[in-house]
């Protein structure tokens, strides 16, 4: 963190989390949720955390959201994409989404590999190594989550929850760069406002440590600066010799903008 020149890291447990373990996950859950509250009181100026929760058991899950705001200080919480064949619009997902709306906190959706079968029509015959890597950091991963905010918006689920708030990371997981077409979602999908209305409502948008300015524009075009999360995917994406921190510096945002891509814009959604 010092070197690359970054003050607080939001710390979080990899993808998948705890989404393929079972019943054994509503125990193993609440350790790194621990762990990491351990951390942020031990240096709560550099640390906070996002919530690690049991996503196959909504109810459960919704419980430990709630202890982790409201006893463990953690800010947020972090969902991997599908569970089994379900993806996160499936209605039993619900009581998580109810109570991070409730309790003011963003949800991030992480990348996660697609499954088997999508992975064996789209992302395989080529040769273990290039199947592996096109199916997930190559692309698989980043359509797989794009799909799954796409998917909560055609559900409605900001129609029923407006004040619901989603991280996409890597500059909006591709389907951002696709916005004109999905405006054509509009005249079939039913629901209270335009696609671009919830984009700029109820989404924030990361880097994710793709510190590209091109990038950055075109989504501030979509969601506006005000939207805008910095972040390095550390350790992913960590680079050393300051990279991240000289994106920051050269990105093309000043005065406020530049601020609130920083660490305000995350400031307020988080409450501090």
């Keep these: 963190m010092d070197e690359t020149g970054l003050d607080v890291q939001v710390l979080s447990v990899t993808t998948p989390a705890m989404h393929d373990l079972g019943v054994v996950s509503i125990d193993v859950a609440r350790r790194p949720n621990d762990v990491a509250a351990a951390a942020i009181e031990r240096h709560p100026n550099r640390f906070q955390a996002l919530a690690t929760l049991p996503v196959a058991f909504p109810n459960e899950s919704a419980r430990e959201l709630e202890r982790c705001v409201k006893t463990l200080g953690i800010k947020g919480l972090m969902l991997c994409g599908r569970v089994g064949d379900r993806n996160l619009d499936d209605a039993s997902f619900a009581p998580i989404f109810e109570t991070a709306a409730a309790l003011g906190v963003p949800v991030l959706l992480h990348p996660r590999t697609p499954d088997p079968t999508m992975r064996k029509v789209s992302y395989s015959v080529f040769s273990p190594e290039v199947d592996n890597t096109l199916a997930q950091y190559g692309l698989g991963w980043h359509y797989d989550a794009g799909m799954q905010f796409v998917r909560l918006v055609l559900s409605g689920i900001f129609d029923r929850l407006p004040n619901l708030q989603v991280i996409l990371g890597h500059w909006g997981e591709v389907v951002l760069f696709y916005v004109d077409r999905m405006k054509s979602l509009d005249q079939v999908s ?60 050269e990105c093309g945002l000043e005065g406020a903008e530049k601020s609130g891509f920083a660490s305000e814009n995350w400031l307020r959604l988080t409450g501090g």
Aim: hydrophobic letters at 30%.
């Design 190 to 249: 039913g629901l209270k406002h335009p696609i671009a209305h919830y984009l700029r409502r109820n989404l924030y948008v990361t880097g994710s440590g793709m510190n590209d300015p091109t990038y950055m524009a075109r989504v501030t075009e979509i969601v506006g600066a005000d939207r805008l999360l910095f972040s390095t995917d550390y350790p992913y994406q960590y680079k050393p010799g300051g990279e991240a921190r000289r994106f920051l510096n």
